[in-house]
Each structure stands twice: as structure tokens, then as C-alpha cells.
């Protein structure tokens, strides 16, 4: 049967977050009876979710943004991501919890965010975004789960997560940049990675992945993996 849709929202046309050259266009759609089995059903039709919110792009000239799945058996690191674990893996602590804010976690967040508005362009924030962010990160109709990472007793970064039944899917992530020489990306990613094969799930979903952004095409370098295609078929991607 259908989910029940009571709220559906067609944003207007703007620039593009991704790709600045180009205009952008989101449609949500509100479900009140969200699962995981239908966001999972959601998600391989091109979705994402916040919250109860499903979204996807509906952009009239572009479609560049498309979903990106790890082939979780058959990942073998690249020699970049090798040297990540050779340095990682002896020191970082990983905590999975339930999502908590708090002011450590919003100021790593918002230091991350100014970090790469330095060296990516993003948009300015402020520490009130950075909360309001945050705290909606925690909301979830069937648990979101907050992995944390330490060194030592220091957190370096935050990752949230939802576990499918075919996978884990990567939700949002931000980290110190004091620590970026951990590459502390990469590791959260191989550390999703890890988990689901420990679980036996076949996927790990990185959301969208835009060709020309520098914030999202690292995802196509977990490899192989596939493309969410606009004829709704999972295709081989980076083999």
C-alpha cells in the first residue's frame, strides 16, 4: 500500500548548493507513517531523508545528482585509503549511541563547517545554525544512530547513520579540522564500510553524488560502487 503523504513542497528555483553555474529545485514530500523498509524503498527510487522529510531533486535542466552505493564485499582500500586505516586504526575509538547535542559537538560542527567554507566555498553559518542543524539530525521515525570518534578522550568527529535492512546509509558527518591529517572523512566512511560487512549487509549508501563538486565526488573513490541511474536501475559505476 502507498505511505500516507500529508505534506508535499516544491521549492522554488535557486541556486544550486552543488554546483553554483546551475539553478536547483527540491521536492519533499512528508510522511507520517515513515519506516525504514519504506524510506530503504524511498532511497532506491532516488530519495534521501531528514526527518520525516523525503527529498529529491526535481531540477528541470540537471541531473547530476545521483545516489552512490559501496559495494561492501568487494571493497578493497586504495593505497590512500590504506595508509587512513595504517594510521587510524590504532588510535580512534568509535561509539554508537543515540543522538545527544551538545556544545563540544556544536562547536567541532561549526569549526568544521567555517574550516570548509575557507577551503570549499560553503555558505556562512553561525553556532545557532550549526545547533538547529544538529538537533534535527536527532529526529528519525524508526532511530538514527550517532557514531562517535575519539582520540583518546578527545572527539574528533561525528558521524549519523541509518541502518537498513540491505545497509548502512550515511546521513551526515562533520569533524575538528585540527585533525584533518586523519582524514577523518575517508575513515568514517571505511569504518561504515567495516560495520556492514560485520553485519553481512551488501550496501553502504553515500547519498548523492555530483560530478564537479568538490564536497561530494570523493564518494565515487570507495570502490567498486554504483550509481543510482534516472531510469531507476543501480548500474556499475567505478569498478
Not at 546509509?169 to 575513515?187: A, E, K, M, V
Not at 536501475?233 to 567505478?238: C, E, G, S, V, Y
Amino acid at each position: 500500500m502507498p505511505m500516507e503523504q500529508e505534506l508535499r513542497y516544491i521549492s522554488p528555483l535557486s541556486q544550486c548548493a552543488y554546483l553554483p553555474d546551475r539553478k536547483w529545485q527540491l521536492e519533499y514530500v512528508f510522511f507520517s507513517d515513515m519506516t525504514s523498509e519504506k524510506y530503504l524503498r524511498l532511497l532506491n527510487e532516488g530519495w534521501r531523508r531528514a526527518g520525516y522529510l523525503a527529498f529529491h531533486p526535481r531540477c528541470p535542466s540537471c541531473n547530476a545528482c545521483r545516489n552512490i552505493r559501496v559495494l561492501v564485499d568487494k571493497f578493497r582500500p586504495n593505497r590512500s585509503q590504506r595508509r587512513t586505516i595504517k594510521l587510524n586504526a590504532p588510535l580512534i575509538r568509535l561509539e554508537i549511541a543515540s543522538p545527544q547535542t551538545s556544545e563540544e559537538k556544536v562547536d567541532i560542527y561549526f569549526r568544521h563547517h567555517m574550516h570548509h567554507r575557507l577551503t570549499k566555498g560553503w555558505p556562512e553559518t553561525t553556532e545557532h545554525d550549526a545547533f538547529m542543524h544538529l538537533s534535527s539530525l536527532a529526529e528519525s521515525p524508526f532511530g538514527v544512530q550517532e557514531w562517535r570518534y575519539y582520540i583518546g578522550d578527545k572527539l574528533v568527529a561525528v558521524l549519523y547513520v541509518d541502518e537498513l535492512r540491505t545497509g548502512l546509509s550515511g546521513i551526515y558527518y562533520f569533524f575538528d579540522p585540527d585533525y584533518r591529517r586523519h582524514c577523518l572523512g575517508t575513515w568514517m566512511v571505511l569504518s561504515m564500510i567495516d560495520r556492514a560487512r560485520h553485519l553481512q549487509m551488501p550496501f553502504v549508501y553515500l547519498g548523492y553524488y555530483v560530478e564537479g563538486c568538490r564536497s561530494m565526488e570523493y564518494k565515487a573513490r570507495f570502490i567498486p560502487n554504483q550509481i543510482l541511474a534516472p531510469d531507476g536501475q543501480w548500474h556499475d559505476f567505478r569498478t
